[in-house]
């Protein structure tokens, strides 16, 4: 069985300062993990993903995630926030199927 | 087309009505999924189409939800007898056939139904 846990549902940052949001996820097979991003009103957009290549996943907008394996999580990170990122974030995992199991959502505040 | 295109994007009902939301993917892609989205929740899954056909709709609720597909191009999802706790905004997305593990799906920007 696979799961996703967002340990936060809300997190603050002030413009220009690192953003860190955090996922931990259960899966009984080699997992692959997304993160999309969903700007209020939109579609929800790939972020980045991590499908057993390399273990820091770059993805669009200066966002990147790290795969550990021993700590069974997948964090999104961003050196330095802007106002345009204020949005909800969701950890998504798979495991070799079409079937995706999404995180309950962080939604992330940039403040000026 | 371009991207996924859902419609209509807002639709509010009366409690006992029938919704038909639609979803028209895109073009190539075989495969289509339909997710809910409750308030405050994740995304929960509710049906996925290869092609035409329904392999898997473990996530539909009750036998209210419905979807059909045509073409191997637009899909219907029919909720009938609504319900309140149905209010939610509804997600197609597409993707290439075997290719959601490694690409990532691609979403509409969902139908936002309201029941009262």
């Known amino acids: 069985a696979q799961s996703v846990t967002q340990l936060d549902s809300h997190v603050s940052v002030s413009e220009g300062t690192p953003v860190l949001l955090r996922c931990n996820y259960s899966?009984?097979?080699?997992?692959?993990l997304f993160w999309y991003v969903q700007h209020p009103n939109k579609g929800l957009q790939l972020l980045l993903k991590?499908?057993?290549?390399?273990?820091l996943v770059k993805g669009i907008n200066g966002f990147e995630a790290e795969f550990k394996k021993s700590e069974t999580s997948f964090h999104l990170t961003k050196p330095s926030a802007h106002m345009s990122d204020a949005a909800e974030y969701f950890c998504?995992?798979?495991?070799?199927?079409?079937?995706?199991?999404f995180g309950t959502g962080t939604r992330l505040k940039v403040l000026a | 087309g371009a991207g996924v295109s859902q419609s209509p994007s807002n639709k509010v009902t009366e409690k006992g009505k029938d919704v038909e939301l639609r979803c028209d993917p895109i073009s190539g892609h075989t495969a289509l999924y339909w997710y809910r989205q409750r308030l405050g929740q994740g995304l929960e899954f509710l049906i996925y189409f290869q092609g035409n056909s329904a392999p898997d709709k473990s996530g539909l609720p009750s036998d209210r939800f419905s979807a059909e597909r045509t073409g191997e191009s637009v899909s219907t999802l029919t909720i009938q007898r609504t319900q309140q706790e149905d209010s939610a905004v509804y997600l197609c997305?597409?993707?290439?056939?075997?290719?959601?593990?490694?690409?990532?799906?691609?979403f509409g920007s969902g139908t936002r139904l309201t029941v009262v």
């Open positions: 899966s009984s097979y080699s997992p692959s």
């Open positions: 991590y499908t057993s290549a390399a273990t």
């Open positions: 997305a597409s993707s290439l056939p075997g290719q959601a593990n490694n690409y990532g799906y691609t």
């Open positions: 998504v995992v798979t495991s070799g199927t079409y079937k995706y199991i």
